[in-house]
Nanobody, 123 residues
């Protein structure tokens, strides 16, 4: 497993941008696929985006495609989520997650989780 700490959440008006960061510790980060999930109050945790260890494969949920961009730096052991054109329905706690091997969109496929960071988008 890797240990993960998210940062960069906050409050923004609709149409604004935020960049989330997820710092990892542990020697296996470069071999991990990384994902972002989010959970709004009263809703299940949902997949947002994922990136392979080499950054050559990326997935996005349809709801964020074209607005969010995932990236990573294995040298810095950090994964990022750039969020543009934010909407009120993007309001949620955002979680960073990691798993060894290939990409996956199901949250039960990930073995490492951060504590989450709140993103609030007002209309």
């Amino acid at each position: 497993q890797v240990q993960l700490v998210e940062s960069g959440g906050g409050s923004v008006q609709a149409g604004g941008s935020l960049r989330l960061s997820c710092a990892a510790s542990g020697r296996t980060f470069s071999s991990y696929s990384m994902g972002w999930f989010r959970q709004a109050p009263g809703k299940e945790r949902e997949f947002v985006s994922a990136i392979s260890w080499s950054s050559n494969r990326i997935y996005y949920a349809d709801s964020v495609k074209g607005r969010f961009t995932i990236s990573r730096s294995n040298a810095k052991k950090t994964v990022y989520l750039q969020m543009n054109s934010l909407k009120p329905e993007d309001t949620a706690v955002y979680y960073c997650a990691g798993r060894p091997g290939g990409l996956a969109s199901g949250y039960d496929n990930y073995d490492s989780w951060g504590q989450g960071t709140q993103v609030t988008v007002s209309s």
